[in-house]
């Protein structure tokens, strides 16, 4: 929660190997939290053929909490690995392709590549080539 008067910059502190950055913004509920700042490592195998619940609101056992009704999963997949999500009713997915490639509900996406999905009732993910996705699950 980055709150007032909090600064930050992002850098590759390696001078010998490239860095690959992905900053996303997820806007609080309310106004006026306080600043707070959390990490958490995901392991490759909680992430492989799976979703593992990255960020989410306090309580939902996700690595990190979020002031925000937003779930956050990421997942590796690879050949015939493949991964559903349903959606409750009123919800909206956001998908983004953070390497490799991927089909989102039959539609292939590549490195970089985002869907906002709006009225489905699952999100499948499959045919992934090495490919390393991030779902939004969103109110």
Known sequence: SAGRGVMHSEFNASRERDVHFLQIWI???ARGIAPSYEQANVPAEAKRGRLALIAGPEGSGAAVAIHQDARLYATLL?????VRHDLASGR???VHVARGRVH???????PGDAVRLEDEPAIVLDRGDAAE???????
């Open 27 to 29: 806007l609080p509920a």
């Open 78 to 82: 690879d050949g015939e690995e493949r």
């Open 92 to 94: 909206r997915a956001y």
């Open 104 to 110: 989102v509900n039959g539609t292939p996406l590549g």
């Open 133 to 139: 996705v991030l779902l939004f699950d969103l109110a």
